[in-house]
């Protein structure tokens, strides 16, 4: 199984992202699906979250900025970013759940936000 992430970039105080991971491979389900992200000399923190029914957990600094969505017939989850500030730029991972004979936990390769101007 392969994790794909995408829709980093640079982006100015106050823009808007949308990123992307894309699970493929030997799936029979998928779990839980998250978000995190790790800005230098930080440690990795999760940022967003969803289950496969649906349900939602955000970190306190992102709520009401960032929306996690997910499509389980294309094994996709995103990660839209509004309201973005400097101190959201990190490199973004998503980190998936996958169910096929066993148990898997996987990261993607990560994707760059910066937030500057």
């Known amino acids: 199984v392969q994790l794909q992430a995408s829709g980093g970039g640079l982006v100015q105080p106050g823009g808007s992202l949308r990123l992307s991971c894309a699970a493929s491979?030997?799936?029979?389900?998928?779990?839980?699906m998250r978000w995190y992200r790790q800005a230098p000399g930080k440690e990795r923190e999760l940022v967003a979250g969803i289950t496969s029914g649906g349900s939602t957990t955000y970190v306190d600094s992102v709520k009401g900025r960032f929306t996690i969505s997910r499509d389980n017939a294309k094994n996709t989850v995103w990660l839209q970013m509004n309201s973005l500030k400097p101190e959201d730029t990190a490199v973004y991972y998503c980190y998936v759940t996958v169910y096929y004979v066993a148990t898997y936990r996987i990261w993607g390769q990560g994707t760059q936000v910066t937030v500057s101007s």
């Open positions: 491979g030997s799936i029979f389900s998928i779990g839980d």
